[in-house]
């Protein structure tokens, strides 16, 4: 194999090892949003939970309140009934009776008010087993979700630590000046740097390759960059044993060489 093409396919190669790390690295990013959302779900849940609580605790106190009210002018009542038989004449009989009808009246009131209490008591205990029931299956698939995540990190982690390595050691047998050609369009372009022209076609940018260029790049001197893409380029038929797909990159990828084989069947 000559000089040349030993380049193009450590080029390609380092191209692989990108391109991998570029999809890990995206993943690590993405990966947590998901964990982030549940959590803050989780967050507004346990929030209203505690704003259902609070209200618990205060219809019971209210509750609590009006039961010692009842019990006190129940007892009121039935002391004044005692002392009916007491009254000396008309006038303070009567006098009793109204007394003993107002508290009543007040009694009746606050069974009324009681009752609605007790109504809103249940509605609320209602919604907290609500609340407590779908926050406790969204905090298990949060824990699920939380462990996978931390899982998949670690793998990407020593992954990429993997990658590191092969990438430096496919750079080693580029020379200097290709490589930092390679650089150069890694910085300003989204992957893939180095394409195959497939039919005269850049697969980088879908356009054709001028005829002179085309005609330098099968004679498989030195190495070429896409006049309209600026990606390096070799030509596919230098490669016929392994027609192996250019790693894509990860959105809007240019058609790779194998996909443009495969829209073509
Ligand atoms: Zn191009």
């Known amino acids: 194999m000559s000089i040349y093409l030993k380049q193009i396919e450590q080029l390609v190669a380092l191209q692989r090892v990108d391109s991998e790390i570029i999809l890990l690295k995206e993943e690590l ?12 779900d989780y967050s507004q849940f346990r929030e209203r939970k505690e704003q259902i609580l609070e209200k618990i605790d205060y219809l019971q106190s209210q509750q609590k309140r009006l039961d010692g009210e009842i019990s006190d002018d129940d007892l009121k009542i039935k002391k004044s009934k005692n002392k009916l038989m007491m009254a000396s004449n008309t006038k303070e009989y009567h006098a009793m ?15 009324e008010e009681r009752m609605a209490l007790v109504e809103e008591l ?8 609500e609340v407590e029931s779908e926050s406790s299956s969204l905090k298990e698939n949060l824990d699920e979700k939380q462990s996978t995540l931390e899982q998949r990190v670690e793998e990407i982690e020593a992954r990429l630590a993997v990658l590191d390595k092969q990438r430096k050691a496919a750079g080693q047998h580029v020379p200097a000046p290709v ?13 893939p740097v180095i394409v195959p022209v497939m039919e005269g076609v850049c697969s980088g940018c879908n356009i054709a390759i001028p005829p002179q260029s085309f005609i ?5 001197q030195q190495i070429l960059n896409c006049p309209n893409c600026q990606r390096l380029i070799y030509w596919c038929e230098h490669f016929e044993e392994s027609h192996e797909p250019v790693p894509g990159k990860p959105q809007a990828a240019p058609k790779t060489h194998k996909e443009a084989a495969e829209e073509a069947e």
Request: no cysteine; charged share 45%; hydrophobic share 35%.
């Open 29 to 40: 990013e993405s990966a947590p949003k998901e964990v982030e959302q549940l959590e803050q």
């Open 97 to 111: 009776m109204r007394e003993m009808d107002n508290i009543e009246k007040l009694n009746r009131m606050r069974e």
């Open 122 to 129: 249940e509605r609320q205990r209602a919604a907290l087993e």
């Open 179 to 191: 490589l930092g050609r390679y650089e150069f369009i890694r910085s300003r372009l989204a992957a």
């Open 216 to 220: 330098e790049l099968q004679k498989g």
